[in-house]
């Protein structure tokens, strides 16, 4: 294949713009705790320009057919004139139309914006000092390797108290404390924050920042890497961490694929050759002509990093690329995996540029199998250990009608969504099936007494918006001691 005919495969599943935009809106509806890295999202479009080649093309009366519709409308359409340019959005949303209506969920039409939104959530790498802090209490909780806030000296438990000459105390409600440290690469920033009591200022200099994954020795044997997302740099970041295990001589290691929608194909190929061997197959691909590839590691002079043990975190949002790399793991190295049933996409998605108004096309070319010749779409990977965390991990948020209030004795759903977060919390250990009975109206007056609501066996939408709120901040806060998945990794990789 000639240098110029090049193009980069993406392997994933991710969100779309307009999926992330609906969500936005319904979340703005909801009171929550948030962890938020401190960053700028500055990356840009990386891959080259790829023009569509030539293909076999309608007929002639078929396009004849949408041109008489489309100019119909162009010229007669009242509510065009609610659109800011009907003839190139009307070209947009059929393309869409016809794309969405075929069936496969992974193939889409994405304007340059859109492919470069799509990007940045993939790579996940960004410009800023390196920090994962609890939005509400301004507590560090993550430190990434490497990174400008790591060479300064913060740590995890540093309590953030002030930003350069501003203190965190005197901002507004309506001011987040990321847009005072965001900047572009190589500017200062003060940063003040109380350890143990003792107040401390570090001087960081902001720059790239490799959000991909992160770990932590667990005990003396035991290491816990998290990989969020198959961005390009993955190989990089994971052996940051890889190295540190080794010199603390790590004997098992848990995998955290969990919520990992995948990324890209390069990706799987770059993160094998750091725990595979030369010849190891990693996984097969099956194209549209019938061609298959065997994809199998190459000598590469890296270094691979051994274990006895290794345990893979999944559960349902584990897709694509993180699917891909925790059956190579089990069919090549014996991992047990550990968690829920993963989502299931064992299809292969490439984008190519359109050169004239640049838009993209992302769509399905191939499916993939594993080592053994296992596919996994629309079925997902079966765990060797099956655990779920709390029921209310999987019940949906329910949202009342305006002025709406369940009392005792009704049954609905927003009764069960209550009851289910008062069982997480503590407060309530009885039925979850949506019955509001007296023992749910105990809890919830419990509750609101030391959530300083008001004192009243009512559930509307303040009273769901505080139980979500506050089994975020519980589990947030006190992750590992309700994270059974977790704990289930940890008792398996110690056997």
């Known amino acids: 294949m000639m240098e110029k005919d090049k193009i980069k495969i993406k392997l994933e599943r991710h969100k779309w713009p307009d999926e992330i935009e609906k969500e936005k809106k319904k979340k703005k509806k909801l009171l929550v705790t948030v962890l938020t890295i401190i960053v700028i999202f500055s990356i840009g479009w990386t891959t080259g320009a790829i023009f569509y080649k030539e293909s076999p093309s309608a007929t002639s009366g078929e396009l004849a057919r949408f041109e008489r ?42 304007t340059l914006e859109e492919s470069q939104m799509f990007t940045e959530s993939i790579d996940m790498s960004f410009v800023g000092i390196g920090v994962q802090y609890f939005a509400d209490e301004n507590l560090i909780t993550r430190v990434f390797k490497d990174s400008p806030a790591e060479k300064a000296g913060l740590l995890p438990g540093d309590i953030m108290v002030g930003i350069d000459d501003i203190l965190i105390d005197d901002l507004d409600e309506d001011q987040d404390i990321k847009d005072y ?21 570090f001087d960081v200099v902001r720059d790239s920042i490799n959000a991909l994954t992160w770990g932590e020795m667990v005990d003396d044997q035991t290491a816990y890497l998290e990989i969020a997302s198959f961005g390009s740099s993955l190989r990089q970041a994971t052996e940051l961490y890889l190295r540190e295990f080794k010199a603390n001589k790590a004997k098992n290691l848990i995998i955290d694929f969990r919520d990992n929608g995948g990324g890209y194909l390069d990706a799987i190929n770059e993160l094998s050759k750091l725990f595979f061997k030369e010849g190891t197959t990693i996984y097969f691909e099956k194209f549209t002509d019938g061609k298959e590839i065997e994809y199998v590691l190459e000598k590469n002079g890296s270094e691979i990093y051994e274990f006895d043990n290794i345990v893979v975190l999944v559960n349902e949002n584990t897709a694509s690329a993180s699917e891909v790399f925790a059956l190579a793991l089990r069919e090549n190295l014996g991992a047990t995996i550990v968690g829920n049933t993963t ?9 190519v540029q359109d050169g004239v108004d640049n838009s993209f096309l992302k769509y399905t070319f191939a499916k993939w199998y594993s080592p053994k010749m ?35 004795d009704q049954v609905h759903d927003g009764v069960s969504y209550v009851q289910k977060g008062l069982n997480f919390l503590g407060y309530h250990k009885g039925r979850t099936d949506g019955y509001y009975d007296k023992n749910t109206e105990k809890a919830l007056l419990e509750f609101k007494d030391k959530s300083g609501l008001a004192h009243d066996s009512k559930i509307d939408q303040e009273t769901i918006k505080s139980v979500y709120s506050a089994v975020i901040k519980e589990w947030s806060h006190n992750r590992k001691d309700h994270d059974v998945q977790y704990h289930k990794a940890l008792e398996v990789v110690s056997q």
């Open 69 to 110: 519709v489309y100019n119909r409308l162009l010229d007669n359409w009242y509510f065009k004139n609610d659109m800011d340019d009907p003839a190139s959005e009307m070209i947009e949303n059929a393309i869409k139309g016809m794309i969405e209506r075929n069936g496969d969920d992974h193939t889409s039409y994405m």
């Open 181 to 201: 440290i965001l900047g572009e690469r190589g500017t200062h920033v003060s940063i003040i924050v109380n350890r143990l009591g003792e107040e401390l200022t």
């Open 343 to 351: 989502f299931g996409k064992g299809t292969v998605q490439t984008q």
């Open 374 to 408: 296992e596919n996994i779409h629309k079925e997902g990977i079966k765990p060797d250990e099956l655990v779920k965390l709390s029921d209310i991990f999987y019940t949906k948020y329910v949202v009342l009608d305006e002025g709406e209030a369940i009392n005792y």
